[in-house]
């Protein structure tokens, strides 16, 4: 996906989650095979995602505020960097 196609773009980036807007919305999304899938996951477990493109990402999107798509966004990242630190 574009960093600005369709009206979503990609803020920010951290290994495979992506910080996304559109229209004044914020979400966090994990892009994985080609695939993208929102993030969190939904309680069902229904994570069967959609193309990696503005699309997708509107489909798949848990959009919420900006201060609470990158604070889910650096926890993401810090969760990952352990996991790194622990496989070691």
Known sequence: MDR???GVTVLEENGSFRL???????AVVETRGG?????PSDETGGRDGAADDAEGVEAVARWTA?????A?????AARGDQLAR???
Do not use: C, K
């Open 4 to 6: 600005n196609s369709d």
């Open 20 to 26: 996304v807007a559109s229209e004044g919305r914020y």
């Open 35 to 39: 695939r993208v899938y929102g993030v």
């Open 66 to 70: 900006e201060a609470d798509a990158r």
């Open 72 to 76: 889910l966004l650096a926890n993401l």
């Open 86 to 88: 622990d496989l070691r």
